[in-house]
């Protein structure tokens, strides 16, 4: 059976643009593996609460304002 088609995270994908970073630089800069960045521009993961704030601190902003919509930990 094929995979359901994902898309990317637009917001997320944008403001690595307009920061001029790639995900290895991010990922690095946020204490996170690149394989796990590139899941969450890939929408195949959601990050924990702390994950999403290191990253958007990386790029200056807020975790919703790209995307990252963490998962609240019970």
Same mark, same amino acid.
């Given at each position: ?10 917001? #997320? ?5 307009? %920061?001029?970073? =790639?995900? $290895?630089?991010? &990922?690095?800069?946020? +204490?996170?593996? *690149? ?5 969450? #521009? ?5 990050? %924990?609460?702390? =994950?999403? $704030?290191?990253? &958007?601190?990386?790029? +200056?902003?807020? *975790? ?11």
């Amino acid at each position: 059976m094929p995979r359901a088609k994902r898309h990317k995270n637009l917001r #997320l994908l944008t403001a690595l643009a307009q %920061k001029g970073l =790639t995900g $290895k630089e991010v &990922a690095r800069s946020a +204490g996170i593996h *690149p394989l796990t960045f590139s899941k969450l #521009l890939n929408n195949r993961t959601c990050p %924990k609460p702390e =994950t999403a $704030k290191r990253i &958007a601190a990386v790029l +200056g902003t807020t *975790p919703d304002k790209i995307g990252l919509t963490a998962y609240e930990e019970v």
